[in-house]
């Protein structure tokens, strides 16, 4: 079973929406991952996260990491057809990276 | 292209033959690990490599599966006498020292 807990699943939206992505961990992270796949396909690296209340963006994607360093968030805004595809997160949980483990994924698709 | 290298892209086998797949690392990243995905889930980890040592084996990985990493320089993982059940993506990731993990684009199994 995967320790990172990811919501919704899955989500449809319409080209232009915003849309917000939720990881969540009944432990500490050491640090905090985001990650885009295409089906089929290797991960493509969004960003890293490693300090309490830390925040992130690039281009229409922000990434947060809350104080106690057990939830983030991934939010885009204005979607495109582009964003499309499954959003996963993943955590160092050890704070050695020696075991990287992630999220089963948000399937993500935009309607234009 | 100085990414992170799967061979092969794909691979059929009938069941109980035994398959062997290679991960070419980015060079200077001193970290391997491989990672085995299903539809519909996140990528689960099997094994983690620092340079020549494998440090960490997840209780996914049976004895049928083994992985080397000679010389800290590429990784192989082998299963034996396959299953229809080890059919998955196999994902290859390596990493420098606080990077993030460099993910190849995956070996696909399927197993008749």
């Known amino acids: 079973s995967q320790e990172l807990e990811q919501s919704p699943q899955s989500l449809i939206v319409q080209e232009g929406k915003n849309l917000t992505i939720n990881c969540t961990s009944s432990k500490t992270l050491y640090g905090l991952y985001w990650y885009k796949q295409k089906y089929g396909e290797g991960l493509i690296f969004l960003m890293m996260l490693q300090k309490g209340g830390e925040e992130k963006s690039h281009e229409k994607i922000t990434a947060k990491l809350d104080e106690k360093k057990q939830q983030s968030s991934l939010h885009i805004t204005a979607s495109q057809p582009s964003h499309a595809g499954i959003y996963l997160c993943?955590?160092?949980?050890?704070?050695?990276?020696?075991?990287?483990?992630f999220g089963s994924g948000t399937q993500l698709t935009v309607l234009p | 292209d100085t990414g992170v290298s799967q061979n092969p892209r794909h691979k059929i086998t009938k069941r109980g033959q035994n398959v062997t797949f290679r991960c070419d690392p980015i060079s200077e990243h001193n970290r391997l690990y491989w990672y085995r995905q299903t539809l519909g889930q996140g990528p689960e980890f099997l094994t983690y490599f620092q340079n020549e040592a494998q440090l960490e084996k997840s209780r996914l990985l049976s004895d049928r599966f083994s992985a080397e990493r000679p010389k800290g320089s590429f990784s192989t993982l082998e299963i034996q006498r396959t299953e229809q059940g080890d059919s998955a993506m196999y994902l290859c990731a390596s990493l420098s020292w606080n990077t993030e993990a460099f993910f190849g684009q995956g070996t696909r199994l399927t197993v008749v």
């Open positions: 993943g955590a160092d949980k050890s704070g050695s990276a020696r075991q990287l483990t």
